[in-house]
C-alpha cells in the first residue's frame, strides 16, 4: 500500500509563488489597454488597479440594484467588461511574443541557488495573467533534469490565453454579474 505521508516527508517539496514583481514590464499591457479610457497622460499603476476595480463595481452595481442581468445599461456594462479583459488579453500577448516582458535577471540566479539544490517536486502558483515565469520554467532544461514531478503551474488570477478567466481587481468567483455556470468553470480552473 502506497504511503503518501512518508512518501512526502523524503521529498523536498517546494512552493514557488509569484506576481507582477518577477516580470520586467509586467504592467505595461494592462496600461496600453486601458490608457484609451482614462483622460490624464499618464497611467499609475495603482491608477490602472483603481479604473478595473471601478469596472468592476459598476458591474456590481448594476447586478444588484438593478436586479437583473437583462437591459441595455447591463449589456452595455457587460461589453465593456468582455472588452475590456479582451484588450488586455491582446496586449499580454503581444507584450510576451515581442521580448518586452520578460523575467528579471534575478530569477534565474533564485533557480539554479535554491529551487533546483533543495527541490525535488515544484509547484508553481501565480497571480499574474502572462505565462513569462511559466515559459522560463518550463523550458529550463536543469528544472526538467533534476526535478522528478511533472511541472504544473495554477494561474490564480486567470491566463491571458482565456480572457474570461482573468479576475480584475476586487473581483470574486461569485459575482452577481456573473451566470454561475460561468462561476463554477472559474472556480475548478483555480483548483486545478
Not at 57 to 77: L, P, S
Not at 170 to 184: A, C, D, F, Q, W
Request: net charge positive; aromatic share 10%.
Amino acid at each position: 500500500m502506497f504511503n503518501s505521508t512518508k512518501f512526502f516527508m523524503n521529498k523536498k517539496n517546494i512552493a514557488f509563488l509569484w506576481g507582477s514583481g518577477a516580470v520586467c514590464n509586467s504592467w505595461l499591457p494592462i496600461l496600453n489597454s486601458i490608457k484609451p479610457y482614462h483622460l490624464k497622460k499618464d497611467l499609475s499603476i495603482d491608477g490602472a488597479n483603481t479604473l478595473l476595480a471601478l469596472l468592476v463595481y459598476n458591474m456590481r452595481h448594476h447586478a444588484q440594484i438593478i436586479g437583473t442581468r437583462q437591459g441595455k445599461v447591463f449589456e452595455r456594462a457587460m461589453e465593456i467588461l468582455k472588452n475590456t479583459r479582451s484588450s488586455i488579453c491582446q496586449q499580454i500577448k503581444y507584450y510576451q511574443e515581442s521580448g518586452q516582458m520578460k523575467i528579471h535577471k534575478e530569477f534565474n540566479d533564485i533557480v539554479q541557488r535554491i529551487i533546483l539544490p533543495n527541490c525535488g517536486r515544484l509547484l508553481l502558483v501565480t497571480t499574474n495573467w502572462d505565462t513569462i515565469v511559466d515559459d522560463a520554467l518550463f523550458t529550463n532544461v536543469d528544472i526538467k533534469r533534476f526535478i522528478n514531478s511533472a511541472l504544473f503551474c495554477t494561474h490564480l488570477h486567470g491566463n491571458y490565453n482565456d480572457p474570461d478567466t482573468l479576475y480584475l481587481p476586487t473581483e470574486v468567483v461569485n459575482e452577481r454579474y456573473r451566470l454561475k455556470s460561468r462561476s463554477l468553470i472559474l472556480a475548478e480552473t483555480m483548483l486545478q
